[in-house]
């Protein structure tokens, strides 16, 4: 049986903080499964509002070296809103990079986006890890490496390239100390939405009725789903099969590329636009395109 240690950070003094229930905890590190994924996409997140699509995707940038830099750009009505790498999360951890995304709104009726990644790996002996907001550490060599949220406000009036990105540690804060063994009554309060969401409404950064009135729905497994409802639904990849005979591949709609699908081919949808999908298609290499919705079952 496994063995598990936590180490936790601290908090700024003005925080509220979520105890972590040994259930909560198993079910933390039950997501995490060693799995080596620095050649894939991390799958992009999509909102909508009363104001319009928000798309956050989560690039990632391999060195020489081996390390890895992972950087948000965040569309707006499909006009690129963010994209930096200045601020990017430098990380060395290579399995289970995965992110989460939160989206808010002020009493003045201002847009905010948090977005956060993780990772596991196996972190050397005095190593150290810059820009992290807390660690779990399993079985005395994996550790799950939840990375400092990073805050956004977006102008959605007047969407250009020049939204602004907030010093988080203000709002989330670092780790300051550590842990040696696991302890239920010791704090981790920034490990999933519904935690960055209410440390925003906490800190005033977000209005919890100004929120509920933008209408906020997430794309889940190619359907709108209420953010807070959406947290509750397992958001594992959900793929769909082609059902035509020879299904042609548009780079938009209606221009074709050259490639196809055939029946049997399994997709997974990242997004949806009146009657099409776009699709992602795992080959020999990775492929996005759009099909039309009647494509696929």
């Known amino acids: 049986m496994k ?14 903080l979520y105890a972590v229930t040994p259930k909560e905890f198993e079910k933390i590190v039950s997501q995490y499964k060693m799995i080596n994924n620095t050649k894939e996409d991390i799958h992009q997140i999509s909102f909508k509002t009363k104001d319009g699509k928000i798309k956050v995707s989560i ?16 569309d707006f009505n499909k ?26 709104y002020s009493k003045n009726n201002d847009m905010y986006l948090v977005s956060q990644v993780s990772s596991l790996g196996i972190l050397k002996k005095g190593g150290q890890i810059g820009g992290v ?4 550490t399993l079985d005395k060599k994996q550790n799950i490496i939840f990375y400092l949220p990073m805050l956004y406000k977006i102008d959605y009036k007047n969407p250009s390239w020049n939204n602004s ?21 010791e704090f981790y309060p920034y490990y999933n939405e519904e935690k960055i969401l209410e440390r925003l409404y906490e800190t005033g950064t977000c209005d919890r009725e100004a929120t509920k009135e933008a ?3 997430v794309l889940v497994n190619g359907k709108w789903i209420p953010q807070e409802e959406s947290w509750n639904i397992k958001k594992e990849s959900k793929l769909y099969t082609i059902n035509l005979k020879k299904q042609p591949l548009y780079k938009t709609p209606p221009i074709k590329t050259k490639m196809y699908l055939i029946k049997g081919d399994k997709v997974e949808i990242l997004e949806e636009k009146d009657d099409w999908y776009y699709i992602l298609y795992h080959g020999k290499k990775d492929i996005k395109a759009w099909i039309p919705k009647s494509a696929v079952e």
């Open 3 to 16: 063995i598990f240690k936590i180490c936790l950070f601290l908090l700024i003094s003005s925080s509220i």
């Open 59 to 74: 690039e990632k940038q391999i060195f020489d070296d081996g390390d890895i830099a992972v950087n948000s750009s965040i």
């Open 79 to 104: 006009i690129n809103v963010y994209s930096d790498d200045k601020y990017g999360h430098s990380i060395s951890h290579r399995y289970d990079i995965s992110a989460i995304a939160t989206l808010c």
């Open 133 to 136: 907001n807390g660690i779990i």
């Open 165 to 185: 990105y907030f010093n988080e540690e203000q709002v989330f804060g670092r780790i300051h100390r550590t842990y040696t063994s696991y302890n239920p009554k």
């Open 215 to 217: 209408n906020i729905q």
